[in-house]
T-cell receptor, first 115, second 119 residues
Framework: GAGVSQSPSNKVTEKGKDVELRCDPI?????LYWYRQSLGQGLEFLIY????????KSGLPSDRFSAERTGGSVSTLTIQRTQQEDSAVYLC?????????????FGEGSRLTVL | AQTVTQSQPEMSVQEAETVTLSCTYD???????LFWYKQPPSRQMILVIR??????QNATENRFSVNFQKAAKSFSLKISDSQLGDAAMYFC????????????????FGKGTLLTVNP
């Protein structure tokens, strides 16, 4: 597609339920990132995928969070047993790995509300 | 670890006037990129301007320019002739340009400055 696509745009769930957020990066981009943006905060790095390399999971806040990237393209971020503090906007970004410009291209995010 | 600080949670400017948003960062690296991203209510982060640390010349994109002070680790954004469409959250971000692993490619963001443009 022309840009990074994320779904759902908005998700409301009950505490304790599992949720899946999807990201479809720009075609040809080998690097994919997930960030979390909580109210009044900056963007918090969660996880980074690059090609077939092992992902950098150093930003995942707990073992309830996991992500996978199938076929080097679409990625799914899964949050198990959601808590109210998981409420945030989850942003996905993609780029050409190692590109000299360093720019990331972002989607419009998925807003998660945990009741 | 690198940190990025934006000391102005909110700023306002009159339409057609000039405003400067501040950003400082902390790093021990010599080669890196700095960015200003704009986030309107649509939530999509849009790149406003980019600066490579090895370049002494300040980047400029139309009405947007930066004042990059490498020694002071300062990277401010100046918006000239402000327009109503400039109203948004602005984030300053840092990215290493050094090779050495996947985590070097992540962006580290400040907490943002909410810019209001008054008609």
């Amino acid at each position: 597609g022309a840009g990074v696509s994320q779904s759902p745009s908005n998700k409301v769930t009950e505490k304790g339920k599992d949720v899946e957020l999807r990201c479809d990066p720009i075609s040809g981009h080998t690097a994919l990132y997930w960030y979390r943006q909580s109210l009044g905060q900056g963007l918090e790095f969660l996880i980074y995928f690059q090609g077939n390399s092992a992902p950098d999971k150093s930003g995942l806040p707990s073992d309830r969070f996991s992500a996978e990237r199938t076929g080097g393209s679409v990625s799914t971020l899964t949050i198990q047993r959601t808590q109210q503090e998981d409420s945030a906007v989850y942003l996905c970004a993609s780029s050409f790995a190692g590109v000299s410009t360093g720019e990331l291209f972002f989607g419009e995010g998925s807003r998660l509300t945990v009741l | 670890a690198q940190t990025v600080t934006q000391s102005q949670p909110e700023m306002s400017v009159q339409e057609a006037e000039t405003v400067t948003l501040s950003c400082t960062y902390d790093t021990s690296e010599s080669d890196y990129y700095l960015f200003w991203y704009k986030q309107p209510p649509s939530r999509q982060m849009i790149l406003v301007i980019r600066q490579e640390a090895y370049k002494q010349q300040n980047a400029t994109e139309n009405r947007f320019s930066v004042n990059f002070q490498k020694a002071a680790k300062s990277f401010s954004l100046k918006i000239s002739d402000s327009q109503l469409g400039d109203a948004a959250m602005y984030f300053c971000a840092y990215r290493s340009a050094e090779r050495g692993g996947g985590s070097n490619y992540k962006l580290t963001f400040g907490k943002g400055t909410l810019l209001t443009v008054n008609p």
